[in-house]
């Protein structure tokens, strides 16, 4: 519907294999760029939606006026298969307020995009939505996580790239300390399961101790089991999501995050730093409070977990 109607729009992915190109990357952009990707459409009264992807290289243009040049932009139909592995898409209605809030999100969060190229920001709208859409594509200095709640209840949760931290403990601590149980690209440099008595080096004053967390490392489909393990082909898991594990806070959680980084300094490997991986980039989380969400999500994440590492 966006892609071919008259709609203004912004897309952002910190992998877009240089179609198109994105100053100062090469194919990608790593740390201390923001490792999110999704797009957002909106009209002349700043209403529209926003949607989260967890796959690389897709979308890549928001309208049919400005085609994608040297890749595709059909999902399953670009040079990196991004649907070889499990994904997730997530999206949520806007009003103008929402939109103000999530474009100051993508700016703390440090996302990957490019006001001046039409092929992924057509800029429009209210004066206030097309000021902030042209301060993107820049890399944030901010270490202060942003936590809003949007018009529908949705929480939405900034971290930014210089908050060194592993990102699914950040989100735990500010929700209040929630222990989640997560699914998520688990591969090296994983982040094992913590407790809330792991001691978490790799820390920052701002933010409480957090709960438990539980990487799913396997889940159930229906009656079939299935992988959730990061990893090449086609039984590894891509989508970044989790839930709580206490009913009484029956919370959904789809993030930009891998569990990926270091709890401690030297934690995967010898002189690793707290900014390693996932824990130097920015991301973002949506929070749904939904009892039926939930309870399906819980299904689905029922199975095996990381082991808890213990601390040297």
């Given at each position: 519907q966006g892609y071919n109607n008259s709609y203004y729009y912004l897309i952002w992915n910190d992998q877009f294999y240089d179609?198109?190109?994105?100053?100062?990357?090469?194919?990608?952009?790593?740390?201390?760029?923001?490792?999110?990707?999704?797009?957002?459409?909106?009209?002349?009264?700043?209403?529209?939606?926003?949607?989260?992807?967890?796959?690389?290289?897709w979308p890549a243009s928001g309208s049919i006026k400005y085609p994608r040049k040297g890749d595709g932009n059909t999902l399953g139909c670009v040079k990196d298969d991004d649907i070889e592995v499990s994904q997730h898409f997530f999206a949520l209605r806007l009003d103008q307020g929402d939109l103000l809030q999530v474009l100051k999100v993508l700016k703390n969060s440090s996302v990957v995009t490019d006001p001046s190229n039409k092929q992924i920001v057509l800029n429009g709208g209210p004066s206030a939505v097309q000021k902030l859409v042209r301060g993107l594509g820049n890399k944030s200095r901010s270490k202060k996580v942003i936590q809003v709640k949007l018009s529908s209840g949705v929480e939405l949760i900034s971290k930014p790239s210089s908050l060194h931290v592993p990102p699914w403990q950040m989100v735990s601590s500010v929700m209040g300390n929630v222990s989640l149980r997560v699914a998520s690209w688990w591969a090296d440099p994983e982040i094992d399961s913590t407790t809330?008595?792991?001691?978490?080096?790799?820390?920052?004053?701002?933010?409480?101790?957090?709960?438990?967390?539980?990487?799913?490392?396997?889940?159930?489909?229906?009656?079939?089991?299935?992988?959730?393990?990061?990893?090449?082909?086609?039984?590894?898991?891509?989508a970044k999501f989790g839930v709580s594990t206490n009913k009484r806070k029956p919370y959904s959680?789809?993030?930009?995050?891998?569990?990926?980084?270091?709890?401690?300094?030297?934690?995967?490997?010898?002189?690793?730093?707290?900014?390693?991986?996932?824990?130097?980039?920015?991301?973002?989380?949506?929070?749904?409070?939904?009892?039926?969400?939930?309870?399906?999500?819980?299904?689905?994440?029922?199975?095996?977990?990381?082991?808890?590492?213990?601390?040297?």
């Open positions: 179609a198109p190109i994105i100053h100062g990357c090469v194919k990608y952009c790593g740390a201390p760029w923001g490792h999110s990707k999704g797009m957002l459409a909106w009209n002349e009264a700043g209403e529209g939606f926003v949607m989260q992807v967890s796959t690389p290289s809330a008595r792991t001691q978490i080096s790799c820390w920052d004053d701002s933010l409480a101790k957090p709960g438990a967390v539980q990487i799913a490392t396997s889940g159930m489909w229906g009656k079939k089991g299935i992988n959730l393990t990061g990893g090449e082909g086609k039984k590894h898991n891509h959680i789809f993030g930009d995050m891998n569990q990926q980084g270091a709890l401690a300094p030297g934690y995967a490997y010898a002189k690793q730093k707290c900014s390693s991986s996932q824990n130097g980039r920015g991301g973002i989380f949506y929070v749904v409070k939904n009892r039926e969400l939930f309870t399906s999500i819980s299904s689905l994440l029922k199975g095996d977990s990381a082991p808890t590492k213990v601390q040297t």
